[in-house]
């Protein structure tokens, strides 16, 4: 087997696809996701019969139950993963809007207009309701797929992207639009990494072990979704009722994804009167705490916070504490320590709103809410490919309109160049 | 002489002046600006000086003469770059626009901010002048900037770079701003593509060897300058004076830039009416004609245009010309041969023209205009960095706005995810 020129034919064939697919009209993509959803939903059993291969594998390699329970595909997931894809159909197409346009002193009228990008390739790993997710905002977005699960769900993303394929070219859609390396040996992504004459863009999604090798890799430019070490910094003067909800909420509703709060910063004036109902809350949630000195001279008990604690994305229900003696320590420890995905500040004060909202350069900067908001949903851009951590094309929640390029469109009526 | 290491700390002096720069107001880099296109001025003796250095050099290593010409440093040239920094000063300052603002069902109200990239790095090639346009550019939309000119214009860049230094800081600018790397050896490059903890984006500006070797070895996103493969379809029915025109002016008003035209594809129906006076016009102005089989039965004298002509980037006083059947085959010579950079039609078909607009995915599409407009100053981006020929991020002259991130502000009043 000829793995390079394996998944060089599936680029290529992506690429063919991806000329048709920028010119097709909304309601056939529309009607090809819903399409989509209809015989992910028929075939139920037949994904949970290939999904129970997985499972089988993923018991014997004993895999973490956290991960197991990512892999499982159950009647609610795949109903979900179905009215995730009609979700996707319902919102307004991203392509042909026209961004700007203006009349030159040359007499050319010259605008932007969104396009697709051409062909993304997504590697990712786990869950494999991403690949359905994937495969409709891409071709939502005119964008030709070539995905890249991982080893764990081949069984699965294989059965579904079978499904998706022949509901997408039975509906008017290109052959080839969508393609699935089911090669689960990692030189198939090392050679995908370096096809950057067919391939436009590449997501990654997943831990800092697989960013790092597509980063370092990659000829393709690379969409990175990695850590989220968000902090929330409760302010001198906050409303500690406030402060005490909206750090409950950052840690304790969902502790497991990119936007919950990993580390709490406190100013030195409100450590002695908040920390101890928050604290005390959270441990009653079950949350470990490890503190700075400051924050141990309160709770004696609770352990110390080491540097590393500062850099790790717990993803756990684990906080680090810190007291801080102004806006601008709180300030200097996360743009030293932090992912720059998602930072908040609890605060009464306009000024202090303000100076945090300029100098945090994170993808999403707070005040006075969660930092669990940042979302695709919750931002209003519908479903979302991903979280981007990285400051080029697109930061934050990645919607339809990230999966765009512009090209300039110029009207003349003759024009030379003097 | 540690390379590694001393690339190393002007990457971390340059991040550690982005975060001041950030936030420094629009007079004082208004102000930077003008000091340093004056203190150029006053430099003039002491730059030529410097220059003349390198053009011994180059005359000793044989350069070309139009290298040798690139390279040069006059009056002229020096009073060129001094008011192109007071043409960056009287641009608007792109930061802190709010593009997008939305109040959420949540209560949020969720807006999207221009913000600074942060520490840019140009790798470029010959003309001492990008050094100042370079940094100009960067500084005016708040990023650090770190120069990577060619080992030829090492004494003219490093006496630009000193005096841009010199007066940024004294108008109150962060030291460490501007950065250049003064190692001719290119480990040093190498070096700096690795460093993804402190650049944000690498601009490649030069030719197809410098792209190669930045894209292969980079782990920070790149920004692509490369080829200008440009085509002029000209349409059945078309107006043909109007026609001829365009094709002039975009092959020899300025032959040696990336959109110059360097194919010409003429219908079928048009082509023995217009190419007679097309190419007797063009080669008396000093034009090589290569043709496909159909324009040697007109011109029997014509070079034969064989593959390779479709794919080259002549630069130069060259073109090679096409004879198509319809405007599906042009677009399809388009996509398969082209850079993807600027093409045109001439037509008087509506139809024809949405076709070409729609189909052709090139960073600027023109119907019925000279290719030779696409240019920062002519789409009213005022000066541009480049132009670039990738599909994320920015597509086409990269102005001020293009060296922006945009991240997400959210205000709230206490809200947390249910």
Not at 105 to 130: A, D, F, H, M, T
Request: hydrophobic content about 40%.
């Amino acid at each position: 087997m000829d793995i390079k020129k394996m998944v060089l034919e599936k680029a290529k064939a992506a690429k063919k696809a991806a000329r048709g697919l920028a010119n097709v009209s909304s309601s056939v993509k529309n009607d090809a996701l819903i399409a989509m959803a209809e015989k992910l939903m028929d075939a139920t059993e037949a994904l949970k019969a290939e999904n129970a291969k997985d499972m089988e594998y993923g018991r014997g390699k004993g895999l973490s139950s956290a991960l197991m329970d990512r892999l499982e595909l159950t009647d609610k997931r795949i109903a979900g993963m179905a009215s995730g894809l009609k979700e996707i159909a319902a919102l307004p197409d991203p392509i042909g809007e026209v961004t700007r346009m203006s009349l030159r002193p040359s007499g050319l009228q010259i605008g932007k207009v969104r396009v697709p990008i051409g062909v993304i390739g997504i590697i990712y790993e786990s869950r494999p309701n991403v690949t359905a997710d994937a495969a409709a905002l891409c071709l939502k977005s005119g964008n030709a797929i070539i995905l890249r699960g991982g080893s764990e769900a081949i069984n699965s993303n294989t059965a579904i992207a079978k499904i998706l394929v022949e509901a997408a070219v039975a509906a008017g859609l290109p052959e080839g639009c969508i393609q699935l390396i089911d090669i689960t040996d990692r030189q198939a992504v090392m050679d995908m990494l370096k096809l950057d004459e067919y391939i436009d863009m590449i997501v990654a999604r997943g831990g800092h072990g697989l960013i790092k090798t597509v980063t370092e890799n990659s000829t393709i430019p690379v969409a990175k979704h990695s850590a989220g070490l968000c902090h929330t910094y409760v302010d001198a003067g906050a409303d500690l009722k406030m402060a005490e909800e909206i750090c409950f909420n950052a840690k304790v509703q969902r502790p497991g994804v990119c936007n919950a709060m990993e580390t709490l910063l406190v100013h030195k004036d409100e450590a002695e009167k908040f920390l101890p109902g928050m604290v005390r809350r959270l441990q009653e949630a079950g949350v470990e705490i490890r503190g700075c000195s400051a924050v141990r001279k309160i709770f004696p008990s609770v352990a110390e916070a080491v540097e590393e604690d500062w850099r790790t994305e717990y993803l756990d229900l684990i906080l680090s504490i810190k007291v801080v003696g102004d806006i601008d320590e709180a300030i200097d420890h996360i743009m030293t320590f932090g992912s720059l995905h998602s930072d908040a500040i609890v605060t009464k004060d306009y000024d202090r709103s303000r100076k945090f909202l300029n100098e945090v350069d994170s993808a999403a900067v707070y005040v006075n809410a969660s930092t669990r908001f940042t979302d695709g949903n919750e931002f209003g851009l519908g479903a979302e490919l991903g979280i981007s951590t990285q400051k080029l094309h697109s930061r934050g929640p990645m919607g339809l309109e990230d999966l765009t390029s512009q090209k300039y469109i110029i009207f003349g009526s003759g024009q030379i160049r003097g």
